[in-house]
């Protein structure tokens, strides 16, 4: 990896956030296979994630050795120690994780729509977005987390019953075009359309060794916007890019609100696919 040229004041905003997000993330996806990710030219710049692991890392980094089925076998597993260890000595800013169920790394713990805003649609075309695409999800008794992240947001949908990633992605893939379907002038699907003002719902990272960032996490961002999990409520409250690593302590100040929303999903389950 090329050596990083991050200011010391962005080093020590990152090192600071993650010393108060830490046990929420960890609490969430406790030993999740994650990819680490750098900006060794910069803040919004292009990003490196630093993962499968192809490097020595300390013993008390443990890392997830993955089925033969995939070509890259090593991750590291998000606890404490490795987050520290990648924000100190790897200059990672982000971290990000196929969110796989916490009994093995290959089946689903929650799948994730990934809504990004395309030829200059707004923040709140991304609100409204959200909105249309969980009423889609809620046609067939599917709940969502959402999640901000001051670009775009994501919809986090837990299972309880480690479904398979292909049976899942197969799924979104549904959703997402009955979304656009019925929201033409709002949501795209198209990877290459990047000049119509619509928001991109992609459900592609669903799937063993691809990933989206995690709440609480940060973004390489000029502003380090975080992640930040809010409750639907706050949706028309909370402004999406307000929490970022210079004030995030006031909003992890208001607890797990990630982990309380998961917390009332417990019993959701994917069985053989929502109907």
Request: proline content about 8%; overall charge negative; charged content about 20%.
């Amino acid at each position: 990896m090329e050596q990083p040229v991050l200011a010391p004041s962005v080093r020590s905003a990152v090192f600071v956030h993650y010393e108060r997000a830490v046990p929420l993330i960890v609490a969430n996806f406790p030993l999740a296979p994650f990819t680490p990710v750098a900006y060794p030219r910069g803040l919004d710049q292009d990003a490196h994630y630093d993962a499968p692991v192809r490097y020595p890392v300390p013993p008390y980094v443990t890392t997830i050795k993955l089925g033969d089925a995939h070509e890259h076998h090593r991750y590291p597993a998000l606890d404490e120690n490795a987050i520290r260890w990648y924000v100190e000595e790897r200059d990672a800013v982000g971290f990000c994780s196929w969110t796989p169920c916490a009994s093995t790394p290959e089946r689903v713990g929650y799948s994730r729509i990934v809504l990004s805003p395309r030829g200059g649609a707004t923040l709140e075309q991304v609100g409204e977005a959200m909105i249309a695409v969980s009423r889609v999800l809620g046609d067939s008794g599917i709940e969502t987390i959402p999640v901000l992240d001051g670009v775009g947001a994501a919809l986090f949908i837990p299972f309880n019953d480690a479904p398979d990633y292909a049976a899942v992605r197969a799924w979104l893939h549904e959703v997402a075009e009955t979304a656009v379907d019925r929201n033409g002038e709002l949501l795209t699907t198209d990877p290459h359309d990047q000049k119509t003002q619509r928001v991109h719902v992609n459900v592609g990272s669903n799937a063993v060794g691809r990933y989206s960032a995690l709440p609480y996490t940060l973004l390489g961002t000029p502003n380090l916007d975080m992640v930040t999990p809010i409750a639907w409520r706050e949706l028309d409250t909370v402004a999406n890019g307000f929490s970022t690593a210079a004030n995030s302590a006031e909003r992890l100040a208001r607890g797990d609100v990630f982990g309380e929303a998961s917390s009332t999903l417990v019993d959701q389950c994917f069985g053989d696919g929502p109907r």
